[in-house]
């Protein structure tokens, strides 16, 4: 019998089991996968490096590059700066990747042409909130933007910055990070996206997956495939969870479970234990995402890395990426790597469609963006995210300490996940650590 079970091998769950393993206590971490990872899982292909969920971190990220540098990976973060295009009326405006620059340097902005003269003041105006903001927008200290959490970033941003700034600032930029719309996000969460993207982005040179497996080679007690359908509890008091290990059901007993899945997976696998849990972790939602990858064998987006495409250009896709023009490694040379991003009600009816019909309605889309993009590929794949990234809708963050609040209640019972702060790598893994600490203080 494990002392500790952790319910998902994905971020928040690595980080809690390596956390407990090296303060020398048994653990045990159930993924109903059979890989683990989760939202952090990268691939190979074809010389191809593929990052099939997060795609970067923020500088901004400290307890992320705490833990790179415990797993003595952290000499592999690289950071990039390529420019990134907005599109309106189907034409590409670049933009200067320094976004610190561009907001202390508004001419920057207009030069770029996708606001209007009145639009790119508004736009600054929305730049010196976000450094007046700047130490409470905390992807992990969350409630520290409190205030901000009663309204949806569209209404925030409309009423402060009005209908431009919204439509070709704010939706295009929040819609690419969550894959959602702005009125499904609290203004708390998209100023802090907005605020915490400034300064930078980084990868690895193996990619974001390396943290992943960085992760589950150290941790030694890993079973994939095995789903956990319920946290049992008597008395207030956490005795193990009911598991299906390849279609076997059985039960395995612990005296402390870390429930490290989605909140709406948390609020299944808890169910019956207590409404306040139940209800508060109900409040958080998710969006979809069918993510398209295209490796072609020439350059396409010059030394362009992103396209944001407001929704007010109709296509099916929020963004594109052009992964060969993050960091050398991840294309062989002369290639190109293109992730696109379907969103919002786009995602939901391509979801379940076969790999061939969204290839096509990608593609023919596509072409709009990049008018040379064609037949010739070396491969193409899909990647299918049902619940893809926490949309921390208005209430979120109060709803998430609710519900932790509420599990102290019960002896052995601990949440972790993204949805415990700013939906993000960085907080999945620091509530992860979090948990992993309270059980090491309880003990
Ligand atoms: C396309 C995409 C792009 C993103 N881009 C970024 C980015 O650039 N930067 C960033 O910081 N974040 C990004 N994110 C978000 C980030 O990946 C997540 O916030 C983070 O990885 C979530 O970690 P987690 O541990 O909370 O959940 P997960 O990584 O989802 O882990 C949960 C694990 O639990 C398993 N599981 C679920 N139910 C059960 C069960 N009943 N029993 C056993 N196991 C179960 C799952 O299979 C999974 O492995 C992105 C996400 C996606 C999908």
Redesign the pocket.
């Known amino acids: 019998m494990p002392e500790t079970i952790i319910?998902?091998?994905?971020?928040?769950?690595l980080a809690a089991a390596y956390t407990l393993q090296r303060s020398g206590c048994d653990c045990l971490v159930?993924?109903?996968?059979d890989e683990?990872?989760?939202?952090?899982a990268g691939k190979k292909r074809d010389g191809f490096i593929i990052d099939a969920?997060?795609?970067?971190?923020?500088t901004r990220y400290a307890t992320t590059f705490r833990l790179m540098e415990s797993l003595e990976i952290k000499d592999k973060l690289i950071r990039f700066a390529k420019p990134i295009g907005i599109l309106k009326k189907g034409k590409v405006h670049l933009v200067d990747p320094d976004i610190k620059k561009m907001l202390k340097s508004p001419r920057s902005l207009f030069n770029a042409r996708f606001l209007s003269f009145p639009g790119t003041l508004k736009a600054a105006k929305l730049g010196l909130d976000l450094a007046r903001r700047w130490k409470n927008l905390h992807f992990v200290e969350a409630e520290k933007a409190l205030d901000l959490d009663t309204w949806s970033a569209s209404d925030y941003a409309r009423r402060n910055y009005g209908e431009e700034v919204l439509e070709y600032a704010v939706q295009p930029l929040v819609s690419a990070l969550t894959?959602g719309e702005p009125e499904e996000i609290s203004a708390a969460y998209a100023l802090s996206l907005i605020s915490w993207g400034v300064p930078g982005l980084l990868t690895t040179r193996d990619g974001i997956g390396l943290l992943a497996d960085s992760l589950s080679v150290k941790v030694k007690n890993i079973l994939t495939g095995?789903?956990?359908?319920k946290i049992i509890v008597e008395n207030n008091r956490v005795k193990g969870v009911r598991v299906n290990i390849k279609r076997k059901k059985e039960s395995i007993q612990a005296k402390n479970v870390i429930c490290?899945?989605?909140a709406t997976?948390a609020a299944k696998?808890l169910n019956g234990v207590h409404p306040l849990i139940t209800d508060n972790l109900s409040r958080t939602t998710y969006s979809s995402?069918v993510?398209v990858i295209f490796a072609l064998p020439h350059k396409i987006m010059g030394e362009t890395y992103a396209i944001a495409v407001p929704r007010k250009e109709g296509l099916v896709f929020c963004g594109l990426t052009d992964n060969s023009n993050k960091v050398e490694t991840y294309a062989p040379e002369g290639c190109s790597l293109l992730h696109v991003?379907t969103y919002g009600k786009y995602a939901k009816e391509l979801l379940n469609k076969k790999e061939s019909e969204v290839i096509n309605r990608v593609a023919a889309d596509l072409v709009s963006v990049l008018p040379s993009f064609g037949e010739e590929r070396i491969f193409s794949e899909v990647v299918r995210?049902e619940e893809?990234?926490?949309l921390s809708p208005p209430g979120k963050i109060v709803a998430a300490k609710r519900a932790a609040e509420a599990a102290q209640g019960y002896r052995g019972l601990y949440l972790a996940?993204?949805?415990m702060g700013m939906?993000?790598?960085?907080?999945?893994l620091a509530s992860?650590i979090k948990a992993a600490g309270d059980v090491l203080e309880r003990a």
């Not at 683990?36 to 952090?40: D, L």
Request: proline share 2%; net charge negative; charged share 20%.
């Open positions: 319910i998902g091998g994905g971020t928040s769950g159930l993924e109903k996968r683990t990872g989760g939202r952090i969920g997060a795609q970067f971190f923020f894959l095995a789903r956990v359908e490290c899945v989605t997976e696998i995402c993510h991003y995210w893809a990234v926490c996940g993204e949805f939906p993000s790598v960085e907080a999945a992860g």
